[in-house]
């Protein structure tokens, strides 16, 4: 089970340090890749859980709660065991000792095997990541399936790198008169303590597998708390690494599932003396109470931003618009990377079609969008539905924020006549009005705001980043000057920049083992996937010595 791994985990050591395209998971759904009938195959395994207790052996209460809703409009009916928590960190903390004591290459090699049992299990992921998420199909598959394996693949290297920067043993040599003096050292990685990973309803695992993963391989077992609207995409990767670690002769109660119905459960979990990390993505509010409050834990969150969009001039504008409509459409703006604030200059740009006035460039994004999403058979394979009431509350109260210049339309789904779809809507809002677009409004909302110049756009950049915070920055420009300063900008405020996007790569997606997600660097998230300081806090290094 192991050996087959150690060319895989080296390949992805490689990656994680060149930062070049490496991907370990393919992400077409062809069955030219994953065989034919594996999609079939997939969907009837998650139509097998729809209406049934979820198939997991774990402590619980003898009750069995869920109330999962597809934003397609279909019943779930899956239930899931209403867990003891207390006995769920019990069994954790016995599960422990034994999984330190196999060693970073071990752990590393099994995890490495969690993931690639998933990825087996991607169709059946798809759809249940589609009905809990509103992601379409393709989208559910990628960001849900290949893209999330390759988050959780990166987090296993990163560990191990980190765990294996040193040698495990060494030989002390220390002159002196006559006889050296001889020490043998040996250096355990000793793991920090059970971990709690708080998922999101939009990216269950894109978002909980680099948590999930990066505690699992360095020692630390692992208790996973969905988000109540999204369960069964990590009860299934729960049962899957249970399975795996049960059939590798440690205790499966290394991974276990929390599944709340909204009665405080992750609070309690945070907040408990032995619960020593916690991963969450989600909302500012509750981000902000897990900093203030999970005192005896390391946490690490990503929470909400305000990504914005400086436009100076382009050497493509019907490439710059496109990538932007593109990247405002997608999975209907649900996307904690997705662009916000749009700051153009109030004279307007220079382009490869002329000069093109602030109305010019404000008309050309409305028109990309609306040519985009004309058909919408098709746009809704590009849209998803709304996740929840709350996106589609903030949608409907848009147009009151300033004047609109796209209005959000509302589309058919072919397939699902109950899903709520809807297309962006577009506000224009003064500079003056950052009480506005100086928060998160997510979902497909978005702002184009005139400003005085490009160095006011990157000066309103720098404010609003450093204030509410980003993950994500683009600038348009063909001046290498301004370019490098907004890459100053960017550097000011802690977030990461995409310049000149026209073509296949959007400013809201982000490639494992190449680019790094978040900063750390500003307020939207307290680390970065992956970077050496998400895995190092995971673990203690221990020594023992005796004279050789």
Not at 33 to 48: I, L, M, N
């Amino acid at each position: 089970m192991f050996e087959q791994h150690r060319e895989t985990l080296e390949k992805a050591l490689s990656a994680i340090a060149g930062r070049g395209y490496w991907s370990a998971y393919p992400e077409s759904p062809s069955p030219r890749v994953y065989g034919e009938g594996a999609a079939e195959r997939g969907k009837e395994a998650f139509e097998s859980y729809l209406g049934k207790p979820f198939p997991l052996e774990q402590p619980g209460t003898g009750s069995w709660i869920g109330g999962e809703r597809s934003p397609y409009g279909i019943e779930l009916g899956v239930t899931y065991p209403q867990p003891l928590a207390e006995d769920l960190i019990s069994a954790a903390k016995a599960a422990m000792p034994a999984w330190r004591d196999a060693g970073p290459e071990a752990r590393a090699l099994a995890c490495v095997e969690i993931v690639n049992r998933i990825n087996r299990r991607s169709f059946e992921l798809a759809c249940a990541v589609q009905h809990t998420t509103g992601q379409a199909f393709v989208m559910a598959f990628q960001a849900g399936g290949p893209h999330a394996q390759d988050r959780a693949l990166e987090a296993i290297a990163c560990g191990y790198a980190a765990m294996t920067a040193s040698a495990a043993t060494a030989r002390w040599e220390k002159p002196a008169k006559g006889e050296p003096l001889v020490m043998d050292k040996r250096f355990t990685v000793v793991p920090r303590g059970v971990a709690l990973v708080i998922g999101c309803n939009t990216f269950p695992t894109w978002n909980a597998y680099p948590g999930l993963f990066a505690s699992l391989v360095t020692g630390n077992p692992v208790i996973v708390k969905p988000h109540p609207r999204a369960v069964l995409p990590l009860a299934i990767t729960v049962r899957i690494a249970r399975e795996v670690l049960a059939e590798a002769g440690f205790d499966p109660a290394l991974v276990s599932l929390a599944v709340e119905e909204g009665q405080g459960l992750a609070k309690d979990l945070a907040t408990h003396p032995a619960i020593r990390i916690v991963d969450f993505t989600g909302s500012t509010e509750f981000g902000d109470w897990l900093e203030q409050n999970a005192t005896q834990a390391l946490v690490h969150t990503e929470k909400a931003g305000v990504n914005t969009i400086v436009v100076d001039s382009t050497g493509s504008w019907r490439g710059m618009l496109g990538n932007l409509a593109f990247s405002l459409s997608l999975y209907s703006g649900q996307m904690c990377t997705a662009p916000q604030n749009i700051l153009v200059p109030a004279g307007g740009i220079e382009t490869d079609e002329g000069h093109k006035s602030f109305d010019e460039v404000v008309a050309g994004l409305a028109a990309a969008v609306g040519k985009l999403l004309g058909d919408d058979a098709r746009a809704v394979e590009l849209t998803g539905a709304i996740v929840s009431s709350d996106v589609l509350a903030r949608v409907e109260a848009a147009p009151a924020l300033g004047e609109v210049v796209l209005e959000s339309r509302a589309l058919k789904h072919p397939s699902f006549p109950d899903a709520v779809v809807r297309t962006p809507v577009i506000v224009r809002v003064d500079a003056a009005k950052d009480g506005v677009y100086g928060e998160e409004h997510f979902g497909p909302i978005s702002f184009v705001i005139p400003t005085g110049s490009t160095e006011e756009s990157l000066d309103v950049l720098r404010r609003t980043i450093r204030a509410r915070g980003a993950l994500t920055a683009a600038v348009y420009s063909t001046s290498d000057a301004v370019l490098g300063q907004a890459e100053r900008a960017a550097v000011d405020a802690g977030v990461n920049l995409s310049c000149n996007l026209t073509g296949g790569v959007f400013v809201n997606q982000s490639a494992a083992f190449s680019d790094y997600h978040g900063t750390g660097a500003n307020p939207a998230a307290t680390a970065s996937l992956t970077d050496p300081g998400y895995v190092a806090g995971r673990f203690h290094m221990v020594q023992s010595r005796r004279p050789g």
